[in-house]
């Protein structure tokens, strides 16, 4: 039950990661990135690559944050820049739709690249664990969790402490007021959907350290929205929580039905909490 | 539908039906089978996708219900046309319970709780039945392929029918007008809730005949082959390329998603979904009505300029 629990938390921190990239385009510009998972996915063959050629995983995520820095703006210019001045209805409908697209095709394209095999990176220290209080504890799992609170610790001094970010808040509450006080709107629409793509690094390689597919990317994306809407749009604080809730929740529910309801089980946490409680459960006032 | 683009297209549907005598060739019937299928399928996504406006991620979960059904029913011994019933009955059965909940999500919800459902029917089914079903020696005696053609006929001329009456009924033009300004069409009494629901039962209902089809068509298949969610992105993908909310649409749209799939059968992965899944994005960005739209374009514009044509050889005679 406890060690259940340990990897239900360490998953959930993953899960948390994983929908600050979803929560923070959604949240901002209000797109949403169905094709984040696949982003995710494309980060991990580019992790792969690097740990071909001798880097290891941990300290190639970097290069895959630049690079995925890189191909979210130009993404980002040929496809998503022309909704910037949609009402917001029409901007979440349009961007799902396109990325949707984007998400059929960079799965087969990563198919054409690399197969459709399944692979893993799998440096020697994938399998060490250590003791505590007898409960068993992976130790890229908790790097993991530690990656994630950094994360989100990052990303709230950049919000709260810079210019920049404090000109994505704006843009975030209104981005009509925002441009006219001087706010370069698509420029930090740029930047915003450039930083949560490339946030998608870390998740990149702690999948990568487990096992992926071309195609399982939208299963990735699934776990990321679930937490998203669990922690209320666009409150990027709530995602950790939430996160956890969800990681704990797929425990349990491995622990009393089995490992092959695990999925079931929180995506139908999720449907219900979306006909019942449609603002999420983390939600906080005030919140960006 | 004009009265004179009648005769073309009952003659075109005449040739279709004539298929199975003029030609022996399995892999033909086949591809026509599934050309019907798509139609089926993307004509009820059309439905509540293009008309309703209601973008559904989860048309495969309707699909894979009204395969399971028919295809329990049917090797339960009763004929196959009553178990096709029952497969679209348990699909619109399905919309009831789990479908109308989702309707009440607005609209940038409903995409992604559609597709979270199909995703845990498919893994449900998936644990439920883990082996292949099979039909028995004596099914496989009585098969017979060109019986599975008409019947796939029969339902996608139903189906296409089913929504051009209804897309022209008062109940169609009120799910239009809905779509088009929910509001405005609340203020002066259509109700956008009720019309949504009908929408969504018929177009599961059609989705469940298709699923019927394929339960009919296939000999052997995993239980959950027909709920995997390439059966839900299918109609996304052929209706919006085709033309969103129109009947040739969706029909436009399977022959093109039919057509590259065969042209890149052959090769690693899914080359027919890349071209598509880039297909799709050109026309979201570039052309929402669908390629129908550019053709209906091409037309006016050649009528325009045939027009100017001849109205300038009139100004030059007088």
Not at chain 1, 131 to 141: A, D, K
């Given at each position: 039950?406890?060690?259940?629990?340990?990897?239900?938390?360490?998953?959930?921190?993953?899960?948390?990661?994983?929908?600050?990239?979803?929560?923070?385009?959604?949240?901002?510009?209000?797109?949403?990135?169905?094709?984040?998972?696949?982003?995710?996915?494309?980060?991990?063959?580019?992790?792969?690559?690097?740990?071909?050629?001798?880097?290891?995983?941990?300290?190639?995520?970097?290069?895959?944050?630049?690079?995925?820095?890189?191909?979210?703006?130009?993404?980002?210019?040929?496809?998503?820049?022309?909704?910037?001045?949609?009402?917001?209805?029409?901007?979440?409908?349009?961007?799902?739709?396109?990325?949707?697209?984007?998400?059929?095709?960079?799965?087969?394209?990563?198919?054409?690249?690399?197969?459709?095999?399944?692979?893993?990176?799998?440096?020697?220290?994938?399998?060490?664990?250590?003791?505590?209080?007898?409960?068993?504890?992976?130790?890229?799992?908790?790097?993991?969790?530690?990656?994630?609170?950094?994360?989100?610790?990052?990303?709230?001094?950049?919000?709260?402490?810079?210019?920049?970010?404090?000109?994505?808040?704006?843009?975030?509450?209104?981005?009509?007021?925002?441009?006219?006080?001087?706010?370069?709107?698509?420029?930090?629409?740029?930047?915003?959907?450039?930083?949560?793509?490339?946030?998608?690094?870390?998740?990149?390689?702690?999948?990568?350290?487990?096992?992926?597919?071309?195609?399982?990317?939208?299963?990735?994306?699934?776990?990321?929205?679930?937490?998203?809407?669990?922690?209320?749009?666009?409150?990027?604080?709530?995602?950790?929580?939430?996160?956890?809730?969800?990681?704990?929740?797929?425990?349990?529910?491995?622990?009393?039905?089995?490992?092959?309801?695990?999925?079931?089980?929180?995506?139908?946490?999720?449907?219900?909490?979306?006909?019942?409680?449609?603002?999420?459960?983390?939600?906080?006032?005030?919140?960006? | 539908m004009h009265s004179r683009k009648i005769i073309p297209v009952i003659l075109l549907l005449a040739v279709i039906a004539l298929f199975p005598v003029m030609t022996r060739s399995e892999y033909i019937l086949n591809i026509m089978i599934t050309f019907f299928l798509y139609v089926i399928l993307s004509e009820s996504w059309n439905l509540i996708g293009g008309f309703a406006g209601?973008?559904?991620?989860?048309h495969?979960?309707?699909f894979?219900?009204g395969?399971?059904?028919?295809?329990?029913?049917?090797?339960?011994?009763?004929?196959v046309i009553?178990?096709l019933f029952?497969g679209g009955?348990?699909?619109?059965?399905?919309?009831?319970?789990?479908?109308?909940?989702?309707?009440?999500?607005?609209?940038?919800?409903?995409?992604?709780?559609?597709?979270?459902?199909?995703?845990?029917?498919?893994?449900?089914?998936?644990?439920?039945?883990?082996?292949?079903?099979?039909?028995?020696?004596?099914?496989?005696?009585?098969?017979n392929l060109s019986s599975r053609y008409y019947l796939a006929f029969a339902v996608g001329i139903f189906t296409v029918l089913t929504v051009y009456l209804f897309a022209r009924s008062k109940k169609g033009l009120a799910l239009v007008a809905?779509r088009d300004?929910?509001?405005?069409?609340?203020?002066?009494?259509?109700?956008?809730?009720?019309h949504?629901?009908l929408a969504?039962l018929v177009s599961s209902f059609m989705a469940g005949l298709g699923g019927g089809i394929f339960?009919y068509q296939?000999?052997?298949?995993?239980?959950?082959?027909?709920?995997?969610?390439?059966?839900?992105?299918l109609p996304t993908l052929t209706t919006f390329i085709g033309g969103l909310g129109t009947i040739s649409g969706p029909i436009i749209g399977s022959v093109a998603f039919l057509a590259l799939s065969e042209l890149?059968?052959?090769?690693?992965?899914?080359?027919h979904?890349?071209?598509f899944?880039?297909t799709f994005?050109?026309i979201?960005?570039?052309l929402p009505k669908g390629l129908f739209s550019l053709s209906v374009g091409i037309r006016s514009f050649l009528r325009d300029w045939a027009l100017r044509l001849i109205g300038r050889g009139e100004?030059?005679?007088?």
């Amino acid at each position: 039950m406890g060690q259940t629990l340990v990897y239900g938390i360490l998953n959930g921190s993953l899960y948390g990661i994983i929908a600050l990239g979803i929560a923070l385009v959604f949240g901002i510009m209000k797109y949403l990135n169905l094709a984040q998972g696949t982003l995710i996915i494309l980060g991990a063959y580019i992790g792969l690559y690097l740990s071909q050629l001798g880097l290891d995983p941990f300290l190639s995520i970097p290069v895959v944050m630049v690079a995925l820095f890189l191909f979210a703006a130009v993404l980002f210019k040929t496809c998503f820049s022309r909704l910037i001045n949609f009402d917001e209805e029409e901007k979440i409908k349009n961007s799902l739709l396109i990325s949707f697209g984007l998400m059929l095709f960079l799965d087969n394209l990563i198919t054409v690249i690399w197969t459709s095999d399944e692979r893993s990176i799998t440096p020697a220290y994938s399998g060490i664990t250590f003791e505590l209080f007898g409960l068993r504890i992976p130790l890229i799992g908790l790097a993991g969790a530690l990656l994630a609170v950094i994360l989100i610790l990052l990303l709230h001094l950049f919000l709260t402490r810079t210019y920049f970010g404090q000109s994505v808040v704006a843009v975030s509450q209104d981005q009509e007021a925002a441009s006219l006080m001087g706010v370069n709107v698509s420029l930090t629409f740029l930047t915003s959907f450039a930083i949560s793509v490339s946030i998608a690094s870390i998740p990149s390689m702690l999948i990568a350290l487990q096992s992926f597919s071309p195609t399982v990317g939208l299963h990735w994306f699934n776990k990321g929205i679930v937490v998203v809407i669990l922690s209320g749009i666009g409150n990027i604080y709530g995602v950790l929580p939430a996160g956890l809730f969800l990681g704990i929740i797929e425990a349990l529910s491995v622990y009393i039905f089995g490992p092959s309801y695990r999925e079931v089980t929180g995506l139908a946490v999720f449907v219900l909490i979306l006909i019942l409680v449609p603002k999420g459960l983390f939600r906080r006032r005030g919140a960006a | 539908m004009h009265s004179r683009k009648i005769i073309p297209v009952i003659l075109l549907l005449a040739v279709i039906a004539l298929f199975p005598v003029m030609t022996r060739s399995e892999y033909i019937l086949n591809i026509m089978i599934t050309f019907f299928l798509y139609v089926i399928l993307s004509e009820s996504w059309n439905l509540i996708g293009g008309f309703a406006g209601q973008i559904s991620l989860g048309h495969s979960a309707f699909f894979g219900i009204g395969a399971l059904v028919t295809r329990l029913v049917w090797l339960s011994g009763i004929p196959v046309i009553p178990a096709l019933f029952a497969g679209g009955i348990g699909a619109a059965a399905l919309a009831c319970s789990v479908g109308i909940p989702c309707l009440r999500m607005t609209q940038a919800y409903f995409p992604i709780g559609t597709l979270a459902l199909a995703m845990i029917a498919q893994i449900t089914i998936g644990n439920i039945f883990p082996l292949p079903g099979s039909l028995s020696s004596e099914y496989v005696a009585a098969y017979n392929l060109s019986s599975r053609y008409y019947l796939a006929f029969a339902v996608g001329i139903f189906t296409v029918l089913t929504v051009y009456l209804f897309a022209r009924s008062k109940k169609g033009l009120a799910l239009v007008a809905i779509r088009d300004d929910e509001g405005a069409a609340a203020a002066v009494g259509v109700k956008p809730f009720q019309h949504k629901i009908l929408a969504l039962l018929v177009s599961s209902f059609m989705a469940g005949l298709g699923g019927g089809i394929f339960a009919y068509q296939h000999v052997s298949y995993f239980y959950s082959a027909p709920f995997e969610l390439s059966w839900a992105f299918l109609p996304t993908l052929t209706t919006f390329i085709g033309g969103l909310g129109t009947i040739s649409g969706p029909i436009i749209g399977s022959v093109a998603f039919l057509a590259l799939s065969e042209l890149f059968v052959l090769n690693l992965g899914e080359i027919h979904l890349l071209v598509f899944g880039a297909t799709f994005v050109l026309i979201v960005m570039f052309l929402p009505k669908g390629l129908f739209s550019l053709s209906v374009g091409i037309r006016s514009f050649l009528r325009d300029w045939a027009l100017r044509l001849i109205g300038r050889g009139e100004a030059k005679k007088l």
